[in-house]
């Protein structure tokens, strides 16, 4: 059974630094065709992809926000790590980490398994 | 960068009813959309892949279709449990979500 949950923080203020945490199981983000992802929503809003890591540690940014964004992953505690620079109140929003792999089918940015979500509110 | 338009932005039916939801690219995708379903308080459920591809577990009544610019998510016939909010998303560039279409009960 594959299970995924963030943690972190829930209120940040403006101008801090976001970490949050995404540990998984039922996989291994060492096989070849895996990945993990995170993508957030701001309440009433739509969907926004911010970061892909592959199995091999490649990894993928938004293209709008690659400069504030990491993304890092670690074998040993089955988690993937984003960190997201200079929070502002706009980026409040749930934070959902999703997996896929090639193996389903599709593309590593269609994720078949998602986390329950975290919501993060920026406000000082 | 590429913007998905959805319609209707909320759609109302009535179980047993047919639903026909709309995604419109502003250029070309390819094959590579997919649609998701929302329910509140959870996350996103992957329906359709590649356009045209059930994903694993997904009911026969959800059918995609479409390429290039336009694509279609059918429900054949409304279950109680289908009235959510559905997203369409491309990834021919950096994967993108349109703004949603409610299925809401009428």
């Known amino acids: 059974q594959i299970t995924l949950k963030e943690s972190g923080p829930t209120l940040v203020k403006p101008t801090q630094t976001l970490t949050l945490t995404c540990t998984f199981s039922g996989f291994s983000l060492s096989t070849n065709g895996a990945g993990v992802g995170w993508i957030r929503q701001p309440p009433g809003k739509a969907l926004e992809w911010l970061a892909l890591?592959?199995?091999?540690?490649?990894?993928r940014y938004s293209p709008s926000l690659k400069n504030r964004l990491t993304i890092t992953k670690d074998f040993s505690k089955s988690q993937v790590v984003l960190t997201m620079t200079n929070m502002d109140p706009v980026d409040t929003a749930t934070y959902f980490c999703?997996?896929?792999?090639?193996?389903?089918?599709?593309?590593?940015?269609?994720?078949?398994?998602w986390g329950q979500g975290i919501l993060v509110t920026v406000s000082s | 960068e590429i913007v998905l338009t959805q319609s209707p932005a909320t759609l109302s039916l009535s179980p047993g009813e047919r639903a026909t939801l709309s995604c419109r690219a502003s250029?070309?995708?390819?094959?590579?959309l997919a649609w998701y379903q929302q329910k509140p308080g959870q996350p996103p459920r992957l329906l359709i892949y590649d356009a045209t591809n059930r994903a694993t577990g997904i009911p026969a009544r959800f059918s995609g279709s479409g390429s290039g610019t336009d694509f279609t998510l059918t429900i054949s016939s409304l279950e109680p449990e289908d009235f959510a909010v559905y997203y369409c998303q491309q990834r021919s560039t950096w994967p993108l979500f349109g703004q949603g279409t409610r299925l809401e009960i009428k």
């Open positions: 999703a997996h896929s792999a090639y193996k389903y089918g599709g593309s590593l940015f269609d994720p078949r398994f």
């Open positions: 890591i592959y199995w091999n540690d490649d990894k």
């Open positions: 250029q070309s995708v390819s094959s590579y």
